[in-house]
Nanobody
Framework: QVQLVESGGGLVQAGGSLRLSCVVS??????????VGWHRQAPGKQREFVAL???????TYSGAVKGRFTITRDNAKKTVYLDMNRLKPEDTGVYYC?????????WGQGTLVTVSA
């Protein structure tokens, strides 16, 4: 079983930056061997895909964040990062870390990002 714990959310002005972290723990030897990503859910909206790091397909991003957000992995720290730049009010929401292993999808508890105009 895999556990995910996010951190790094907060309040930031439009145009600013934040770095989110997701610590991966459990029965896993390398986070480079599994797909790990981020989704977000804005108030009153459905959860949506943000970014994915995959050893098969590389890094992929939603159109809304491409060019502004970057996903990276540090296997030594078992941590996945989401660097968010040029933030916009529409980036506001709860950000969730997600991974899938052996057919089981795991989610973190989420971290809140609020971008003020």
């Amino acid at each position: 079983q895999v556990q995910l714990v996010e951190s790094g959310g907060g309040l930031v002005q439009a145009g600013g930056s934040l770095r989110l972290s997701c610590v991966v723990s459990g029965s896993i030897s390398s986070i480079n061997d599994i797909p790990v990503g981020w989704h977000r859910q804005a108030p009153g909206k459905q959860r949506e895909f943000v970014a994915l790091a995959s050893s098969v397909d590389g890094n992929t991003y939603s159109g809304a964040v491409k060019g502004r957000f970057t996903i990276t992995r540090d296997n030594a720290k078992k941590t996945v990062y989401l660097d968010m730049n040029r933030l916009k009010p529409e980036d506001t929401g709860v950000y969730y870390c997600i991974t899938s292993r052996l057919g089981v999808t795991s989610w973190g508890q989420g971290t809140l990002v609020t971008v003020s105009a």
